[in-house]
């Protein structure tokens, strides 16, 4: 979130800030143990260690080590430069805490800031050995076991010089020391990063261990009654308009991102780490009062957007006092946030798997998600809509609380399919009102497939409401409707009638719904299949045959116009190529329609379209015999393959381009005095060549109409003299093109013939 500019802060930023104020507490912490005798360490082979340890011992223990390895994702590797340690076998030490480890792990536990009532137990990790020079780089130890929550390091008392343990957190640093004649206790959180540096003198030796946390769940009493005002407050009050007569509503959630990082399923509340645990419990304890909120812990995306400079915007001027902090890790000064989108996944099992989006002025934390490193972004100069933008993800956990009233919605919000399954089994048509104001965008959030579809339709029937049903449906796109829904999708038309239909199929086919979230579906493809969707319909059904039908021509036709405005001669022949199976198929879904009113119809449209809509009718008559070999024409095709067929004579009996006739044609597209010059050149069949002195952006226009009409013209630029000299060149391809075009006409034509349509 950004700084708020805002002069009385709202309740979720009081809120966060009294929670903060409640929850200080550190992420590492050193203790020493009362005396080396307080540790008994044997090792087989060399017996007791006498601390402080002797160089003759370490001497010893390193006759035992062998290179320490690390973990790097799912691999262990062994490398020096990351890593430089030796480990002794952990099956040849036996470590012994003569008073046992609890009161230091109690101690740990509270300094931590863990619940009280929980208990920490340690597990042994590994022994290590640092000699002179041995080190190892910034790393975060890896959450074996889902309740490690920290780190344990003994240092064993010996005498050295550097191998300073360096533990880091949010942007501090804590350096640890080990002591000569002490036994040192560090512990920190296992989302700390930490590095030993390199030792100078003498050996350091250390047992690792793994905090675990067993149970137990914190009890703050104080704060609790203001942290539910606060919370009251923020449910009854809607936020700021954005902009004068914006309307906005109370919100309906609040999210509590905590500042720990957490794995799924480290993620659970009686293992929440430092800070986090006191803020969260005394959330949860507050939203538990009188039983009307429900709190759930949640993992989130998130995704800032910025205005960002790619340098430093001070550094000719000093930078204002407020203005520290503002440079993200990589050196970028965020300026100004664009826009932000948390988007949640409630860690709950009894919650149906989804995840839900949340307003910004439904979030607030402790640490602004600004200031925390990204998980990745991505810097953009001036392209878009915006100036320079830093785009930043971050995964952050967080408490997440609604109203108890609302968890019917909340749940159907992070996961459709839940709520189609509950309106299914229970036929409550209040329960579906309460989902309406969030189901298109639910629908659209989760990708609204095929599935989701089906079972839409299903709830649709059992609901048995027209109202009801076209909110269910409507936010779907066509390319999802399949031929397992057809008898339900035409149980639904005949019962709730034609105006109904006609209302559902306009949604589905909607230009904007389906740029909105129909990734990777294409209509062309789907129109392709309509033939054999319709043949799901039972017998007999006319409105949906005729109005998907007709509505897929519409489309189709749209698609068809644009290409053939495309200026590229080969490009637009290849995308209106790729149109030819979808245009079959329209032709045939309209001749199996009871009147032929559609089919003549298209026939007209295709009549009035250019030479280049053969790219498009040739691979669909090609198709249809394919499909259907022998068998008699459908009238539609018939006529357009006749006309066809007459178009081509005529461009055959066209002589040919004699040899040496150099004249080009320039298509139309532009006037201009340079473009006059440019056609009167093409047109001149003797002159091949032109050699033509023109400044910069007049040669771009020149180049730009030669490459758009894809003549076969070479232009190159011959950087001398002022200006520059833009050279052009008709070349062979002017004849082999044509010559492949007649071959090609002529080849068509030759098939036409013997399809019955010469
Ligand atoms: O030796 C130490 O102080 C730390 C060792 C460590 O970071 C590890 O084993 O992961
Ligand atoms: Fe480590």
Known sequence: MAKSTNPTPSARERLAALLAEHGEVASSVQLTAKSPKALAVDVRGIGGLKLPLTAAQTKKLRGLGRPARFGKGEETLVDAGVRDTWEIPRDLVDVRWVDGLDAELGLVREELGLPTGSRLTAELHSV??????????????????????ATLVVTLPSAHTGGELIVHHRGEATRYRGFPDRVALV?????????????RSGSRVTITYNLLLQGGRGERPGVSSSVRELLDEHFRTSSTPRWPGDVREPPEHLAFLLDHEYSQRGLSWDRLKGADASAATALRDAAAEQGDYEAVLALGEI??????WDEDPYRYYPAPDD???????????????IEAEHRFVLNDPSFPAGAIDLDESEVCSVTPTSAMPADSSEYEGYLGNYGNTLDRWYRRAAVVIWPREQTFVVRARSSPVWALDTLIAGRDPDVARELAPYWEGSVRSHGGDAPLLGKALEAALALDDAGLATMLLSPFTIERLGAAHMPVLAELAARHGATWSRGILDSWFGETMRRWYSPGSSREGWIGGLPELLAHLPAGERVLRQELTQRSWDSLAAMIASDLRVPQRSVRHRQLGDLGMAFGAVVRAAASLRTQTLSRSIVKRCLSYG????????PALRDAVDRAPGQDWEPAFLDLGTAEASRLRTRLEMPERAAGDWSIGLPDGCDCELCGQLAAFLADPEQLRKDWPLAKDRRGHVHARIDA??????????????PFVLVLVKTQRLFDDERLERARDADDLGWLGRQGMG
């Open 323 to 337: 203005d520290e902090g503002r440079f993200d890790e990589n050196g970028y000064y965020l300026n100004d946030l």
């Open 709 to 722: 009409a894809e003549l076969p013209v070479t232009h190159e630029t011959r950087r001398s003299g002022r």
């Open 611 to 618: 030479d280049s809509f053969s790219a498009c009718l040739m």
């Open 303 to 308: 995704h800032e957007r910025w205005d960002a």
């Open 187 to 199: 512990a920190f959180y296992a989302d700390c990063r930490h590095e030993v540096l390199p030792v």
């Open 128 to 149: 290590l050995l640092y000699d002179e020079g041995q080190f190892f780089l910034p790393h975060q130890d890896s959450e074996k076991d889902d309740a490690m929550v």
